[in-house]
């Protein structure tokens, strides 16, 4: 399986001439969802659901599919008939080849004024979680790969790093980045590296959009 960074949180996975895509948001590439055989939104915000580029995906490829909660599916089902799938905690699924699994509900506490909206993530292949907006802790095994929100309204370092040391995965590759300048990684960088307080034996990745990784 390869996966590609794209722009803030969303990735590709391309396994067997399949590709799944995950958030092509409004801070992704235009063309990130692009020649997806599927798609998995996290939630609603424009960040990780972008209505426009999800049209243009499932018009170029008519066997494209959609997963996603209830909110979102509710915006482009009537479009898509049989194409739009509602999923929750718990769920399992396969998309173009992939084996999903869902976890979490809600997302992560922006401020107690502002309502949680809902929010899952997806666990590929048994191998690759992507968290959304929330420090979902999947339970029962140890992931190979962790997509880590460094960087949002919601969260601050110090729950980054202990949230790697929950999920201890072998790997923590950056996404949910595009707020940052190019100076923040040689601070959070350094903080989640072996200078930093320690995040076990996981190795932790920075990989700028466009750049694969093999799984």
């Known amino acids: 399986m390869k996966l590609t960074k794209k722009g803030h949180a969303c990735v590709r996975l391309e396994k067997d001439g399949q590709t799944l895509v995950i958030d092509p948001g409004a801070f992704s590439e235009h063309d990130a969802a692009a020649e997806a055989d599927a798609i998995l939104v996290t939630h609603e915000h424009a ?11 499932l018009e170029a490829n008519p066997e494209a ?37 869902v976890h979490g ?12 909206i809902t929010n899952v993530g997806y666990v590929v292949d048994n191998t690759v979680f992507h968290p959304g907006d929330a420090l979902t802790v999947p339970p029962g095994r140890r992931l190979d790969t962790l997509l880590l929100p460094v960087h949002a309204p919601w969260n601050k370092l110090s729950e980054v790093l202990d949230y790697i040391r929950a999920v201890a995965p072998r790997r923590a590759v950056d996404i949910h980045d595009a707020l940052l300048s190019d100076l923040a990684p ?25 750049e694969t990784l093999s799984l």
């Open 47 to 57: 960040d990780h659901f972008n209505e426009a580029r999800l049209r243009v995906a």
């Open 65 to 101: 599919q959609v997963w996603t909660l209830t909110s979102v599916a509710g915006q482009i089902s009537a479009a898509f008939p049989g194409r739009v799938h509602t999923v929750g905690e718990g769920d399992t699924f396969t998309a173009a080849g992939f084996e999903i699994e």
């Open 105 to 116: 509900q809600l997302h992560a506490v922006i401020h107690p004024d502002i309502p949680r």
């Open 186 to 210: 040689q601070i959070y960088g350094r903080m989640l590296g072996p200078e930093g307080p320690g995040i076990g034996s996981t190795e932790h990745l920075r990989l700028t959009p466009g």
